[in-house]
């Protein structure tokens, strides 16, 4: 009896999985007949592509149920897989759609010129950079998730729900890197031709399936995806780690950092900005007459970049060697030996010492800099072209023939509602009514989000304020549903903001 209540708890969530899935498709294909340019239609291709895949496999355990003995009345999960059936069929006429458009002349002579082979292996790399960048995506939510849920825990402790929910989510945290290292290894494999094409595909169905439903209760994850690719078997330079204990700022660094000394016999020169001294480290077979050392020490100094007379370097024997005297007469036995010459950097840069500008120069400078902060651009001096209709329709002459006076202006666009101004911005994309919608906007205190492509703006003061971000309620316009929406406890960091003067 038990085990029947549980049977029937499975087809339950299936089933409703199931009326989720086919309201979702339906939406996904209004908006795909909707659809006003070409890069929103392949979106909502590639999103109802997605969405066909889960109701496939819903409908692969229908089957196994319908051809069960366990369940007597299958009339409810035949119709649920006759209505996944059906939008398969409407997938399969997008489908063509699609391959009709593929296969005009424009497509027909780009394929002459695309190797298949290759075509291939491009479509499985962009799947590979879009599916690192969704998993990307969703652990910045959950990291996000995890500040907001660990600041209301400070505030009220003991709170076992929130603990769990914190737990589950750095479990997920680590299980996407774990699929973002083994995807960004595959697609270095697939650069340098180590992994074929097939053997990817073999783990493409798996790999959208953890993406899809990894957060379901009652997801089983294959911990096997990869096995059959052998990536340990591969060398390391093709293995993608992330360096630890470093942030951006010291790798940076180390990388520009100028090394004080060297084992090689070339000469550095000394560095005049920062003042320190440079360390030459110089071979020695045997001690040398002062004057191989003078000459090097000069070589040294005209590696600086100074152009004139080299000043005199009252260099000593006790200035070279720790002890030792340098007498003319037949050399000694070769001794392999290295020492160090300190050059002051006065002595070869900076003889005199720095030089204070005047105000003049201090003026002319700062013009300079400020000259350099607002250079013209090429097209600056082109003339403004009169604005084109890309789909020119006639239209009753009782309505405007041509746009209203003023209409490219910021006061003409601050009158319009900030829907009509969310429409422009995101329908005319490079005009200059684009750019005006955007100002105006930004005049509203809206701010664009760069990672999610998104207007938002503050609904309150920020709970939280740092140098890198920001933290409490936002209200933000979602251009696929049109509409605002609300989000709490939303991390808005500042490098994802576009915060360029609109002049």
Request: cysteine-free; overall charge negative.
């Given at each position: 009896m038990a085990d029947k209540r549980k049977l029937q708890g499975e087809i339950d969530r299936c089933l409703k999985k199931v009326a989720e899935g086919v309201e979702q498709f339906e939406d996904i294909w209004q908006k795909l007949h909707n659809a006003a340019n070409a890069n929103q239609k392949e979106k909502?291709?590639?999103?109802?592509?997605?969405?066909?895949?889960?109701?496939q496999r819903l409908r692969d355990q229908i089957k196994t149920w319908v051809a069960s003995n366990e369940i007597k009345d299958k009339r409810q999960l035949v119709e649920n897989r006759k209505l996944i059936e059906t939008q398969m069929e409407r997938f399969k006429v997008v489908e063509r759609?699609?391959?009709?458009?593929?296969?005009?002349?424009?497509g027909l002579g780009l394929a002459q010129k695309v190797d298949p082979a290759q075509k291939e292996k491009e479509e499985t790399e962009q799947w590979l950079t879009n599916t690192i960048d969704t998993l990307n995506m969703q652990v910045d939510q959950f990291e996000s998730e995890v500040e907001s849920l660990s600041v209301q825990t400070r505030k009220k402790k003991g709170d076992k729900e929130k603990q769990d929910r914190i737990e589950e989510l750095k479990r997920l945290i680590e299980r996407h890197r774990y699929h973002i290292r083994m995807l960004e290894t595959i697609l270095r494999m697939l650069d340098n031709d180590s992994v074929q094409?097939?053997?990817?595909?073999?783990?493409?169905?798996?790999?959208?399936?953890?993406?899809?439903?990894?957060?379901?209760?009652?997801?089983?994850?294959n911990e096997f995806?990869?096995?059959?690719?052998?990536?340990?078997?591969?060398?390391?330079?093709?293995?993608?780690?992330?360096?630890?204990g470093h942030n951006d700022e010291e790798m940076f660094l180390q990388s520009s950092s100028t090394p004080t000394s060297t084992t090689s016999s070339s000469p550095i020169p000394p560095s005049p900005a920062t003042g320190t001294t440079v360390s030459l480290m110089l071979p020695l077979q045997a001690p040398e007459p002062l004057s191989s050392l003078k000459a090097m020490a000069e070589r040294a100094a005209l590696g600086s970049g100074l152009d004139g007379e080299i000043p005199s370097l009252h260099l000593t024997d006790r200035d070279l060697f720790s002890g030792t005297s340098a007498t003319p007469g037949p050399p000694a036995a070769p001794q392999p030996a290295v020492t160090e010459v300190n050059l002051p950097p006065s002595l070869g840069a900076c003889p005199l010492g720095p030089t204070p500008l005047s105000k003049d120069q201090l003026y002319q400078q700062a013009m300079q800099e400020a000259a350099w902060t607002h250079m013209p651009h090429p097209s600056d001096s082109e003339r403004i072209r009169q604005y084109l209709m890309r789909n020119p329709c006639p239209t009753p002459p009782f309505h405007h023939q041509m746009p209203p006076h003023h209409s490219d202006s910021i006061e003409f666009y601050q009158r319009l509602s900030t829907e009509t101004l969310f429409f422009i911005?995101?329908?005319?994309?490079?005009?200059?009514?684009?750019?005006l919608s955007a100002k105006a906007l930004k005049k509203q205190s809206w701010r664009f989000h760069t990672k999610y492509m998104m207007w938002f703006q503050r609904h309150e003061e920020p709970k939280t304020i740092t140098d890198e971000f920001e933290q409490g309620t936002y209200?933000?316009?979602?251009?696929?549903?049109?509409?605002?929406?609300?989000?709490?406890?939303?991390?808005?960091?500042?490098?994802?903001?576009?915060?360029?003067?609109?002049?």
């Open positions: 909502y291709e590639a999103d109802l592509k997605k969405e066909i895949k889960k109701l759609e699609t391959k009709t458009k593929a296969y005009s002349k424009e094409v097939e053997a990817i595909h073999k783990i493409k169905d798996d790999v959208e399936y953890y993406i899809d439903s990894s957060q379901d209760p009652d997801f089983e994850e995806i990869y096995d059959d690719l052998d990536l340990e078997d591969i060398p390391p330079s093709l293995m993608a780690t992330s360096p630890q911005f995101y329908y005319l994309e490079g005009t200059k009514a684009q750019y209200i933000y316009f979602d251009y696929e549903k049109w509409g605002q929406r609300k989000k709490e406890g939303f991390t808005f960091e500042y490098r994802y903001l576009e915060d360029r003067d609109l002049q």
